[in-house]
């Protein structure tokens, strides 16, 4: 071993130590890193901020952007409402779109099948009582396992194809994968699906890393419209499935009273609830709630009511500084847990939260008259009701990945949402998760060092000398876990080029056929579950899902043990 591939070495082991122990933040250490690549020769000057420029790196900046736009779009209402409606929940709901992200993921890139499930997760995470953290690194690992099964299912595969080609002048056909890779991709997607709940419980969706905007509870008034999701609902249910926290039920201006399990939303009714802005927002634009004041050019302001407010100890329905002046009160955000009668009955006290609606000259004369402080609020999404464009868009873009490299095809698809105005550039690029983009990019030259300084060939030479390579299932495993230990740091095209004359010399020294030898290279090349930046799905998943670096270690290795031993396993019988 060179003294560049064994600094190397001891540069990655130092920076998965500083990342799993998640003291410093990630793309500190990334750069770090980087820098000290550079310092001991790894890479030459022009390389050392090439990964900025990489087309997985402007991939992903391209779906991140995409997807801002899809997870506004309300196209997937109807799928992820009728999932919560039928009582779906965690496991059931996660191994379902898990499974179908896997199934899409046969036959497409792995990049594809999950930017087309992505917004689907996100809509059935704000509709449901599931937290998107149970949702998001689930269709990662579905989309890579879904790659396992057909030869066109990842660029891996149609490498190790080609090498065996070159090697005995047959190739594998496009389900000789699937004999190993079905079961493995089938056992790790129910193991997610299981697992999910457990590592990201709903008490820890809303994490301290998280990029967000804080969540405020709130409390609102809203009728129920005709065709509303909610009609036929029980206020027992409404907790579960539409996040909502019911306080009571009008209906023709009067209380309904009973348990709020025979309480049965019916269209026309008046619901005084409480539930996250967010909640609200979703559920106005979807249809499924509406205010009985709303103005189509209204703004919309926050504010405070400080100690020296004329408003405290008032009731809603009192305030003439704001009815006087056409501004509506549509929701409340309340210190006191006590909520009796109805919206306008609500008292007001220190610290309390109006969301006012109305002429924003005349919110502002207003607050100033009754000395309440505005709040600098952000300003609400935009919603495109039940728009199918958006998401035909980025339908185009992916199948136009089969004819152009995907960095380009997405590149069409954020253009044409900005010049439709779907897409605002400007605002969503700095709404991005930067940390885990300057992470991957980051990462990206150390990766191809990795391949480029000989450091993966001294490393199965050194296995070869001391395992039994001879036998023909101690070779497949060496290979194996040789893949796995490299696709965290290089692409698994990489891996499948680097790895595959290693196999077949394992192969020739067992004096066994490479089929078997080949499959393991390409199984470990696409299971990738360790790191957020070892296959851009995983870096998606870090930045839409606010996981930490250790989260993918708790959730990834699990999944990589059983798929190890159980591909093993069918390589051996199904191969050997």
Same mark, same amino acid.
């Given at each position: 071993m ?13 920076? /998965? ?8 933040r ?18 030459p000057?022009?390389a050392?901020?090439?990964g900025?420029a990489s ?13 801002q ?10 799928? %992820?409402?009728?999932l ?7 496991t ?11 199934f ?31 949702l ?38 496009l ?15 129910l ?9 990201f419980?709903?008490?820890g969706?809303d994490?301290?890393?998280a ?8 409390v ?19 907790p579960? +499935?539409?996040?909502?926290k019911?306080?009571a ?8 009273f009973?348990s *709020?399990? +025979?309480?049965?939303?019916e ?5 005084l ?7 609200f ?18 703004s ?10 004329? /408003? ?5 329905r %009192? ?7 056409g501004?509506?009160?549509s ?10 009668? +109805?919206?306008?009955d609500?008292q ?9 609606e109305g002429? +924003? ?6 607050l100033e ?7 600098a609020?952000?300003p609400?999404?935009?919603s495109?009701?039940?728009?199918w ?5 980025? *339908? ?13 095809a997405?590149?069409?698809?954020v ?7 779907y897409?605002?550039?400007?605002q *969503? ?8 983009i ?12 990795v391949?480029t300084?000989?450091? *993966?060939?001294v490393i199965?030479?050194?296995l070869g ?38 196999a077949?010399?394992?192969?020739a020294?067992g ?12 199984l470990?090349?696409s299971?990738?579950?360790?790191t ?6 995983n ?8 996981y ?9 290795l ?13 390589l ?5």
């Amino acid at each position: 071993m060179t003294p560049e591939q064994a600094c190397l070495l001891i540069l990655l082991i130092a920076m /998965l130590v500083l990342f799993l122990i998640d003291r410093f933040r990630v793309e500190v250490v990334a750069i770090a890193g980087l820098l000290a690549g550079y310092a001991l020769g790894l890479y030459p000057t022009d390389a050392v901020f090439a990964g900025f420029a990489s087309p997985v790196v402007i991939t992903v900046v391209e779906i991140l952007l995409v997807v801002q736009v899809l997870a506004r779009t309300r196209f997937f209402d109807r799928v %992820s409402t009728a999932l919560a409606s039928r009582g779906m929940r965690g496991t059931g709901v996660i191994a379902i779109l898990s499974g179908v992200t896997g199934f899409i993921s046969i036959f497409m890139n792995n990049i594809g099948a999950f930017s087309i499930s992505l917004p689907v997760a996100l809509r059935i995470s704000a509709v449901s009582a599931i937290p998107k953290r149970q949702l998001i690194i689930p269709i990662s690992f579905a989309a890579l396992l879904g790659g396992l099964v057909s030869l066109i299912g990842t660029p891996a595969n149609l490498l190790v194809s080609n090498a065996l080609a070159a090697a005995t002048g047959e190739s594998f056909r496009l389900f000789d994968f699937a004999y190993v890779g079905l079961p493995v991709a089938a056992a790790g997607i129910l193991m997610t699906s299981v697992l999910a709940p457990l590592l990201f419980p709903a008490d820890g969706d809303d994490d301290e890393t998280a990029p967000e905007t804080p969540r405020r509870r709130m409390v609102a008034e809203r009728r129920v419209p005709a065709n509303s999701p909610l009609i036929g609902a029980n206020l027992a249910d409404l907790p579960a +499935r539409f996040a909502l926290k019911p306080h009571a039920l009008l209906r023709n201006d009067a209380f309904v009273f009973g348990s *709020a399990e +025979r309480s049965i939303v019916e269209a026309g009714d008046l619901l005084l609830v409480e539930a996250d802005d967010t909640v609200f927002i979703d559920l106005a634009a979807s249809g499924a709630l509406q205010t009985d004041h709303g103005q189509a050019e209204a703004s919309r302001v926050e504010a405070v009511v400080m100690p020296e407010s004329t /408003l405290v100890g008032s009731r809603l329905r %009192s305030l003439e500084v704001f009815s006087t002046r056409g501004i509506a009160i549509s929701a409340l955000s309340m210190r006191s847990p006590r909520i009796e009668g +109805r919206f306008e009955d609500l008292q007001l006290s220190i610290g309390d939260v109006l969301v006012l609606e109305g002429d +924003r000259a005349a919110i502002s004369e207003a607050l100033e008259e009754c000395e309440c402080l505005p709040l600098a609020s952000p300003p609400v999404p935009p919603s495109f009701s039940l728009s199918w464009q958006p998401f035909a868009i980025f *339908a185009c873009g992916i199948a136009a990945t089969t004819v152009v490299r995907p960095d380009i095809a997405l590149a069409g698809v954020v253009l044409v949402l900005a010049l439709l105005n779907y897409l605002n550039i400007r605002q *969503a690029m700095a709404d991005l998760n930067w940390p885990v983009i300057i992470m991957l990019a980051a990462m990206i030259p150390i990766g191809s060092a990795v391949g480029t300084s000989g450091t *993966a060939e001294v490393i199965a030479s050194a296995l070869g000398a001391i395992l039994p390579v001879s036998q023909p299932l101690a070779g497949i495993a060496v290979v194996l876990l040789l893949a796995i230990a490299l696709t965290p740091f290089v692409n698994n095209a990489t891996v499948a080029i680097v790895l595959s004359p290693i196999a077949i010399e394992f192969a020739a020294a067992g004096h066994h056929q490479p089929q078997a030898y080949l499959l393991a290279v390409a199984l470990g090349a696409s299971l990738d579950f360790l790191t957020p930046f070892g296959h851009h799905n995983n870096t998606l998943a870090m930045g839409i899902g606010s996981y930490r670096f250790s989260d993918f270690i708790r959730a990834g290795l699990p999944v990589t043990v059983l798929s190890y031993f159980l591909s093993l396993l069918l390589l051996y019988v199904f191969w050997v």
